[in-house]
């Protein structure tokens, strides 16, 4: 910035003698009016400071320097101080009223024209500034009373200076990063030089013939072909010629003989060439530019549809996207795992029925009809827009294991409420009864304290069960190869009054610490069930022929047996067959347990009434 401040500095000068110089030989109108110009770079360098706080001093003392520089230059010339200063004023204004009008046209503070209605805007600017310098008296023998001839002369140089030169050197010295959307060929840069030279030959060689418009045509090539940083540099090499061309024809002619017309023409149309030119590029440009961003924004919609393609696949809530009548438009893998193909096609049509009432809701549904197919789903319904009609999407979980998870929490507290209260009470009153009779009876005493021993059993078999039960379902597999009989054998010994038969040869694919507790709540259930008096006895097969890859485990009692219609609730928590609940002791959970550790390993369980007495308990695990 400071070197171009600097060239500034010696151009202002140099552009006041030209001017002088062209207005002696050209009845006192200067045709070169690069004054003012030199004044707009001065300005439009001191906006561009990158200090935005310091702007306005830079501008200020930018504004004294160039008034100095002019005013002092015009004196050396020969004009009096009131003329110089005169003069320089009007160039001050015009640049500065100019540079106003472009900065509020375009309405950003990068001056450098990169929209097609920049250029526009920049010519229009410097018609303005023309306009407001011309009533100060902008050069010698120019007033708004002057010949009219002459104030349209001065007008037009004046224009066509401020114009081209702007123009030109903000491209040049200013350059946007995207300028080059589309790289020119310095080859094409090299003949249209030399096109442009033709024609400029042409036209001046035949300068009685209307031969002028010849000239546009290299400048439609140069904006359909080139950049604008380009063809800017081509324009201004251009237009530097024929200004070179011009100054030495003028000077080298006799005083007054020279065609002020022609120059008039000729700057005009070199003006209009530099117009087109830059005009066509901003319009390649700003159609390369605008080409690429689509390009770019349609591979950042696809990937983004290919992201949300993506997570709208792979999240594991069932997502579904209706119109206002309930047709499914869109849905997700999820939506056919959860609700199946064919209720898919029906069941949105209920939930908007719903929607009305309250955006969420949960409510049961049954997938298949069959009794394991009843689920909790909990549905979240939203208003959208898609493909420019209304719509309404969908969010479905199943909350089947929460609900379950809250009914087994609830049914908890409802049994340690009451369960846990019970051998806690019974304990306080052995006690009591211990404490009372210790000193007189020590046997009941002794008594007492077997009892309250025995409710604490109770009481942490309780506890142990509800531990096993969450380890059951929260714990992680480790299956191995475990054979039935050693385990089966061991177990056994711990119930001596019990006669047992057991013909397990099988082996079966389990976790070894849940298949102890499958086995021993089995076993133990079989052994306690059973009427008073009578002497166990118990049976457990396990065959291996019928179910390829499955192991069945037969447990046979001769006990009590199962009310009839309650095979399968004594397998949910905390539930007991209607007929034992006064008279055995037992939290609910033993047979829940089995069913948990049976059905992580995939397997199955049953319980079915005997034709005589008992129950027989029928288990199906992978087999080893």
Not at 225 to 253: C, D, E, K, R
Not at 497 to 521: E, G
Request: hydrophobic share 50%.
């Amino acid at each position: 910035m400071w070197v171009l401040w600097l060239v500034c500095l010696v151009l202002t000068p140099v552009a006041l003698i030209l001017q002088d110089l062209t207005a002696r030989q050209v009845d006192g109108v200067g045709w070169i009016r690069a004054g003012a110009l030199i004044v707009f770079l001065w300005l439009m360098l001191a906006w561009l400071w990158p200090v935005r706080p310091q702007r306005s001093r830079v501008l200020a003392l930018t504004l004294v320097l160039a008034v100095v520089t002019y005013v002092l230059t015009t004196y050396l010339l020969g004009f009096d101080w009131l003329e110089s200063s005169r003069i320089g004023a009007a160039a001050v204004v015009q640049a500065v009223v100019t540079l106003v009008f472009y900065r509020w046209r375009i309405g950003d503070d990068n001056l450098t024209p990169h929209r097609p209605s920049d250029i526009v805007a920049l010519f229009l600017a410097s018609v303005v500034g023309v306009l407001a310098a011309l009533p100060i008296g902008p050069a010698p023998g120019i007033w708004l009373t002057s010949d009219g001839y002459d104030i349209f002369a001065w007008g037009t140089l004046s224009t066509a200076y401020m114009f081209v030169g702007s123009a030109c050197v903000m491209l040049l010295v200013q350059r946007r990063p995207r300028s080059e959307a589309i790289p020119t060929r310095l080859f094409d840069v090299y003949v249209q030089l030399l096109v442009t030279a033709a024609s400029l030959g042409v036209v001046f060689t035949f300068n009685d013939l209307p031969l002028t418009w010849i000239v546009l045509l290299p400048a439609v090539w140069a904006g359909l072909t080139m950049g604008p940083w380009t063809s800017a540099a081509y324009s201004l090499t251009g237009t530097l010629a024929v200004v070179f061309a011009q100054t030495v024809t003028v000077i080298n002619a006799p005083s007054g003989q020279y065609d002020l017309d022609n120059i008039l023409v000729l700057d005009s149309l070199m003006t209009a060439f530099v117009f087109v030119a830059l005009l066509l590029s901003l319009v390649r440009d700003q159609r390369a530019y605008l080409a690429n961003e689509v390009v770019r924004r349609r591979q950042e919609a696809m990937d983004q549809a290919g992201l949300l393609g993506t997570v709208f696949e792979s999240i594991n809530e069932a997502l579904v996207l209706m119109d206002t009548l309930g047709v499914v438009q869109l849905h997700n893998a999820a939506a056919v795992q959860i609700l199946g193909r064919d209720k898919l096609t029906t069941e949105p049509s209920r939930w908007l029925r719903r929607l009305a009432e309250a955006p969420s809701f949960t409510y049961g549904f049954n997938r298949d009809g069959s009794e394991d197919g009843l689920r909790m789903l909990a549905v979240q319904l939203a208003r959208v827009t898609y493909a420019g009609s209304d719509g309404v999407v969908a969010i479905v979980r199943d909350v089947t294991t929460e609900q379950r998870r809250i009914e087994e929490l609830a049914s908890f507290a409802a049994v340690a409420a009451h369960d846990l209260k019970s051998p806690l009470t019974a304990v306080q009153g052995w006690l009591e009864v211990a404490e009372d009779v210790m000193a007189t009876d020590p046997t009941m005493a002794a008594e007492a304290l077997e009892r309250g021993r025995h409710a604490t059993d109770r009481m942490s078999q309780e506890i142990e069960d509800w531990l096993t039960y969450n380890v059951a379902r929260e714990g992680v597999l480790q299956p191995e190869p475990v054979e039935l009989q050693p385990v089966l054998d061991a177990l056994v010994k711990n119930y001596p009054d019990v006669d047992f038969v057991i013909r397990t040869p099988d082996s079966v694919m389990a976790d070894r610490t849940l298949l102890q507790h499958l086995l021993v709540n089995l076993v133990s259930n079989a052994a306690k069930y059973t009427l008073p008096g009578e002497r166990p006895s118990v049976t457990i097969r396990s065959f291996s022929g019928g179910d390829r890859g499955w192991v069945r485990l037969y447990i046979v009692d001769a006990g009590i047996g199962i009310p009839e219609g309650e095979e399968a609730t004594i397998f949910e928590p905390f539930r007991r067959a209607s007929t034992v609940k006064d008279s055995y002791e037992g939290s609910g959970l033993g047979l829940a347990l089995c069913k948990r550790i049976v059905r992580r390993h995939g397997g199955l369980i049953s319980a079915q009434r005997n034709e005589g007495p008992g129950t027989t308990i029928t288990v199906t695990l992978p087999r080893a």
